[in-house]
C-alpha cells in the first residue's frame, strides 16, 4: 500500500517534548522536499516547517522557530520533527507532506504535496 506514515504524537505538558517520525510505504522520499503542517478543528491547515530535498535548506514558521527543529535521514528514508518548549496553541493534528520533486522548503502556495499521511494527534496539557 502506498501511503506516508506519521507516527510520536501524544498527550505531553507545557514545556514538554515531542519527535514526530515521518516514513514512506511503497514510495520514496529520496530528492522530494518534505514538510510538516498542523491542523486544528474550524481551521485552516497550516505549514509548520519544511525541508528542501537535500536536506540543507529549511523553513520555520514564525510561531516554532527556535523551537522545533526539522531534519531527515537520507539513509533510512525518513524525516522527523523535534518539537521542545510545546505551547497549548501547538495542539492539533500534525501531517505529513511529500512536496515538490527537487522542491525548495518554502512550504509556500505554489509548494504542491502530492502526498499526505493520515496526521497523528498532538495535544499539549496546560
Same mark, same amino acid.
Given at each position: 500500500?502506498?501511503?506516508? =506514515?506519521?507516527?510520536?504524537g501524544?498527550?505531553?505538558?507545557?514545556?514538554? &517534548?515531542? !519527535?514526530? *517520525?515521518?516514513?514512506p510505504?511503497?514510495? +520514496?522520499?529520496?530528492?522530494? *522536499?518534505?514538510? #510538516?503542517f498542523r491542523q486544528v478543528e474550524g481551521k485552516v491547515r497550516e505549514a509548520v516547517a519544511c525541508i528542501d #530535498? +537535500?536536506?540543507? !535548506? !529549511? $523553513? $520555520?514558521?514564525?510561531?516554532v522557530k527556535d523551537r522545533?527543529?526539522?531534519?531527515r535521514d537520507k539513509a533510512n528514508d525518513s524525516m522527523y520533527l523535534e518539537m521542545n518548549h510545546l505551547k497549548p496553541e501547538d495542539t492539533a493534528i500534525y501531517y505529513c507532506a511529500r512536496g515538490p520533486y527537487f522542491g525548495p522548503p518554502d512550504c509556500g502556495a505554489s509548494w504542491e504535496v502530492n502526498r499526505w499521511g493520515q496526521? +497523528?494527534?498532538?495535544? =499539549? &496539557? &496546560?
Open positions: 500500500q502506498v501511503k506516508v =506514515v506519521e507516527s510520536g501524544g498527550l505531553v505538558q507545557v514545556g514538554g &517534548s515531542l !519527535k514526530l *517520525a515521518c516514513t510505504s511503497g514510495l +520514496t522520499f529520496d530528492s522530494f *522536499a518534505m514538510g #510538516w #530535498w +537535500t536536506g540543507h !535548506k !529549511k $523553513y $520555520y514558521d514564525d510561531s522545533f527543529t526539522i531534519f496526521g +497523528t494527534q498532538v495535544t =499539549v &496539557s &496546560s
